[in-house]
């Protein structure tokens, strides 16, 4: 039997939205509806403005005329710089009222704004590091920045229902295949210590850290994808959309992969070893143990890779290979739609450009099975 409401998994970026709708029935997962729609901010410029509320709820209308879903609830992401996610230790014989009590009164012990500024939700965790107390998750946001999230969503017609962080969205994404065995044996005895997830994007990438299950770290660094196109661009003189098409689906000459892409691979992995010197440095008592690559990225189009009969590979395939050589623990860019069944209402070659695209929409979709 499907799940009831269904839950549209709705990631509201700067550059781009996606959207994934999922079903289940008994216990295999499919994968019902899949969209994305790039926004006119994706501009050369590095200091483009943010689109404005109109331009997202516009994108997001288009992508539901196109579904015909009649689903109006959505899960959603905030972005990781507009919260603000912390672990408070308390003494253990607190309840779950007091506790909101503890925070809604003495909230600017571990936020800094006035709690009559912000919204916040918390959870208690499993285990505690001192005898006699709990530790407690706490996440927060401006009411304006939620506000300004949810009016974007109800403009475009939709009924927000759950509102994450990206952190979670991925790390929810992360956990669900690791518990169903799809990232691999080995992986799947790791205790969580020290994972790394990467997310990779047009403009940055974000580093978030997980101890044991728990965050402890975060961190934007300034390189993306967006390099790769404008070398692409003038190389080849080329407008963005289509080297943008060109790069995703095919037509490229047969030198881009050993002259352009190749040695942009190789600087992406220069980049993210640095960023993880930066965070063990700064958490010297945290070993990673596991790094996994989720978002959006540039490889080679599908057509283009050596092993068709392989299963799909994500845009972050080749880069984690690369990266792989240089790291002392496993490296993976996981499939977020590993195990699942694929409706035959989903274009596999739109899908397959660049699967990994949609992590975090598939993260906030799954929400609705775990509940």
């Known amino acids: 039997m499907i799940l009831k409401p269904p839950l549209l998994g709705l990631d509201m970026r700067a550059d781009a939205v996606s959207m994934v709708s999922l079903s289940k029935r008994k216990q295999q997962f499919c994968l019902d509806y899949v969209d994305r729609e790039v926004l006119p901010s994706r501009a050369e410029s590095e200091n483009a403005p943010a689109p404005e509320a109109e331009t997202l709820s516009e994108a997001i209308r288009t992508m539901l005329a196109r579904s015909k879903m009649r689903s109006k609830s959505v899960a959603t992401a905030l972005p990781a710089e507009k919260t603000i996610v912390k672990v408070i230790t308390l003494p253990e014989s607190m309840s779950t009222q007091e506790i909101d009590e503890q925070i809604h009164f003495q909230g600017n012990q571990y936020i800094p704004f006035s709690m009559d500024a912000v919204h916040f939700d918390f959870s208690i965790l499993p285990g505690a590091a001192r005898p006699g107390y709990q530790d407690v998750l706490l996440v927060a946001c401006k009411k304006e920045s939620l506000e300004e999230h949810v009016a974007i969503l109800e403009e475009a017609g939709l009924k927000p229902k759950i509102v994450d962080t990206r952190t979670f969205a991925l790390w929810f ?20 210590k020290g994972v790394v997830l990467i997310e990779t994007g047009y403009a940055n990438f974000h580093l978030y850290v997980f101890e044991n299950g728990r965050p402890v770290y975060e961190k934007e660094h300034r390189f993306g994808y967006r390099e790769l196109l404008k070398t692409l661009q003038s190389h080849y003189a080329l407008g963005p959309d289509d080297v943008l098409r060109m790069a995703r689906f095919g037509g490229l000459p047969s030198e881009y992969e050993p002259e352009i ?6 600087k992406a992995s220069a980049e993210m070893p640095f960023a993880l010197d930066f965070f ?22 599908p057509e283009a890779a050596r092993q068709p ?63």
């Not at 994404?173 to 969580?192: P, S, V």
């Not at 440095?281 to 990673?288: A, Q, T």
Request: hydrophobic share 45%.
């Open 173 to 192: 994404l992360y956990t669900h295949l690791k518990n169903r065995h799809l990232l691999g044996n080995a992986i799947a005895e790791e205790k969580d």
């Open 309 to 371: 009969e392989a299963s799909p590979r994500s845009g972050l395939a080749d880069l984690s290979r690369v990266l792989q050589q240089k790291l002392a623990f496993p490296v993976l860019a996981p499939d977020p739609f590993a195990g699942m069944d694929i409706s035959s209402h989903v274009h596999t070659r739109f899908l397959d450009a660049d699967r990994s695209a949609f992590a975090v929409a598939c993260g906030l979709a799954l929400r609705r099975f775990y509940a």
């Open 261 to 266: 892409l190749a040695p942009f691979t190789q």
């Open 280 to 301: 063990q440095n700064s958490m010297p008592d945290v070993p990673i143990t596991l790094v996994c690559l989720f978002g959006e990225w540039i490889g080679l189009p």
